[in-house]
């Protein structure tokens, strides 16, 4: 099983861009498929983007749609979550999440349960 360590949270103000980093360990890591999750404090953890085995199957938030970009590195067993125009709203512990399940939808992999492993959460906050 994989561990996963997110990087790269921050203090930034609206408008400003932070790129996170989740690391994964393990030779398998390549076969998850990835995603980012956020909680901001007294609200659920809810879906923000994922990233299929191969790279090519996405799907975002609509309220990030745009704004940020998810990419892989299976060479390096790292995804990036790139996130551009930052909002006050963006403000929550992001948390990196790996799933082995293969789905050739996107739906499945927008929630919670789907995920088999998380990482610690990485706090970002964006000041208006």
């Known amino acids: 099983q994989v561990q996963l360590v997110e990087a790269g949270g921050g203090l930034v103000q609206t408008g400003d861009s932070l790129r996170l980093s989740c690391a994964a360990s393990?030779?398998?890591?390549?076969?998850?498929?990835m995603g980012w999750f956020r909680q901001a404090p007294g609200k659920e953890r809810e879906f923000v983007t994922f990233i299929g085995q191969d790279g090519r199957n996405k799907d975002y938030a609509d309220s990030v749609k745009g704004r940020f970009t998810i990419s892989r590195d299976n060479v390096k067993n790292t995804v990036y979550l790139q996130m551009n125009s930052l909002k006050p709203e963006d403000t929550g512990v992001y948390y990196c999440?790996?799933?082995?399940?293969?789905?050739?939808?996107?739906?499945?992999?927008?929630?919670?349960?789907?995920?088999?492993?998380w990482g610690q959460g990485t706090q970002v906050t964006v000041s208006s």
């Open positions: 393990g030779r398998t890591a390549s076969s998850y498929a």
């Open positions: 999440a790996a799933a082995r399940v293969y789905y050739s939808g996107t739906a499945f992999y927008t929630l919670v349960h789907t995920y088999d492993v």
